[in-house]
């Protein structure tokens, strides 16, 4: 069986690592040419989330130089998962592989994935077996996020990110999904065809810098959460039911000391603490709700996720 190779790259300002990104894929399609494992008509696309620096231009010149490089433009930036999806959405092929610009994942992986695929894997995921170019932060960070995401009943793939292959009939799925918040690491597990997991050593970034600060980061965590999960609503109910239980046994308290023991509670904690727990538990309790709420109001408009600009 010979594939139709697809590889989206979502670029973010990736002026600088882009040539050598290019390099390596373009090497990568032909080893698996002469490997009988891809036909020759197999393409790179490089899906421009409306950079600032030179991406775009570059993108053009790289695909003047080769017939096998394409580019789509976006008309803004609509974000990494919405720029992602354009790419999957509109390219052809028989599979379709996504990776990353910054060259932290490993091209030479993808080998094995299209072979998984052969042998009949519609999903094939490719999980970072060391983490050691991390920061000890983010590595305790993200355990604790797959774990969170775990116990809330999330099936996500334990440190997958989005380098992965999708067959055909797997991309044909994933367009019958109309969320505007797309979390495609939650998302793609449940298309349910039969998946498999390549593992790889997950580098430094070749050049540039990282496009997920901290605050994009929890962003996209919470974004994670509020678009699989409802056991925060369920937590403000447990946690109402606790504060009312504890108020109770306050009230219990205070009336017996009054009444049978004939003294009054000194200090000013007994009161002012409650206020102050209640009132965090509140506003707490108002914040996710607002989260969801927010996220009904942007699915009900149904606003495009996307617009391509220009194609190349």
Not at 62 to 87: E, M, W
Not at 193 to 216: I, N
């Amino acid at each position: 069986m010979t594939v139709r190779l697809a590889i989206v790259v979502p670029c973010y300002n990736e002026e600088e690592v882009l040539p050598e990104t290019n390099r390596r894929l373009l090497a990568l399609l032909a080893r698996l040419h002469d490997l009988q494992l891809i036909s020759v008509d197999s393409s790179v696309h490089y899906v421009d989330d409306g950079s600032k620096d030179s991406t775009w231009s570059l993108i053009e010149s790289l695909a003047r130089i080769d017939t096998r490089v394409h580019g789509i433009k976006l008309s803004g930036n609509r974000g990494h998962q919405n720029a992602l999806l354009a790419g999957l959405l509109t390219v052809e092929g028989d599979a379709v592989v996504s990776i990353d610009a910054d060259l932290q994942d490993d091209v030479s992986v993808i080998e094995a994935m299209v072979r998984e695929f052969i042998g009949g894997a519609e999903v094939v995921y490719g999980v970072r077996d060391s983490r050691q170019t991390d920061t000890s932060f983010k590595r305790s960070t993200a355990l604790m996020y797959y774990g969170l995401m775990k116990k809330m009943g999330v099936n996500l793939v334990h440190n997958h990110a989005d380098f992965r292959l999708l067959g055909r009939r797997a991309v044909e799925a994933l367009r019958q999904y109309g969320e505007v918040n797309m979390f495609l690491r939650g998302i793609v597990p449940l298309i349910g065809y039969r998946a498999t997991t390549v593992k790889y050593d997950r580098a430094e970034r070749f050049a540039g810098v990282s496009k997920y600060p901290l605050r994009k980061m929890l962003t996209f965590a919470a974004e994670g959460i509020t678009s699989f999960s409802i056991v925060p609503l369920r937590l403000i109910t447990l946690f109402g039911f606790l504060i009312s239980g504890f108020s109770f046994a306050m009230i219990l308290f205070i009336t017996y000391g009054t009444v049978v023991l004939k003294a009054v509670i000194p200090g000013w904690a007994s009161s002012v603490v409650p206020i102050y727990f209640l009132g965090g538990i509140q506003l707490l309790s108002i914040g996710i709700l607002g989260e969801y709420v927010a996220k009904i109001y942007l699915e009900t408009k149904q606003r495009p996720r996307y617009f391509i600009e220009k194609t190349v």
